[in-house]
């Protein structure tokens, strides 16, 4: 994937899971569901360096200054709206390229997080954040995920049926 395409895929991705700010702080790009929300903890988003700063002159090529929070539908509109929408908004280009998959009824352990903690996992280094709930996988790998993913694809089983 070129560079338009790879930000229209975080980007697009980040919308449809309804944040809608782009903050950038000291070179580090955080997205807000609501900036406006002093009690939001925002999802940073962790780039390799190269790929970092170009998001960031991007902003600062849009919107001028990135010292305010940007709305993410401005970057896409404005530079991978096409890319965007064969992405995540092409149902019939989705429907060519799918195949159906079920998840399997694997047994696995998780801990509900209270605090912030740093995780090493498959993909990186990822930071938590309270009240996500850390997976360990079927090869022992420990994965962060989100509390209403959660509640819709796992079932918290009793002491009783372990």
């Given amino acids: 994937m070129n560079f338009k395409q790879n930000l229209a895929s975080v980007l697009a991705g980040a919308y449809k899971l309804d944040y809608r700010w782009l903050h950038i702080k000291q070179d580090e790009i955080f997205i807000y569901k609501d900036v406006a929300d002093a009690s939001e903890t925002p999802l940073a988003l962790h780039f390799d360096p190269s790929f970092n700063q170009q998001v960031i002159d991007l902003c600062k090529e849009t919107v001028g200054s990135i ?3 940007i709305l993410i539908n401005t970057i896409l509109e404005a ?3 096409a890319e965007a929408h064969e992405i ?7 429907a060519q390229k ?8 694997n047994e696995l352990t998780a801990i509900c997080e209270t605090g912030e903690r740093y995780l090493l996992t498959l993909n ?8 996500d709930w850390v997976i360990r996988g079927v090869n022992g790998e420990e994965y962060p995920c989100d509390p209403e993913i959660f509640k819709m694809l796992y079932d918290v089983m009793d002491d009783s049926t372990k």
Avoid: M, Q
Wanted: include cysteine; charge should be neutral; glycine fraction near 6%.
């Fill in 88 to 94: 995540y908004y092409d149902e019939s280009l989705y």
């Fill in 124 to 131: 990186g280094v990822v930071k938590t954040n309270p009240g």
């Fill in 98 to 105: 799918s195949v159906a998959i079920r998840h399997k009824p």
């Fill in 67 to 69: 010292a305010e929070p």
């Fill in 79 to 81: 530079h991978c709206a």
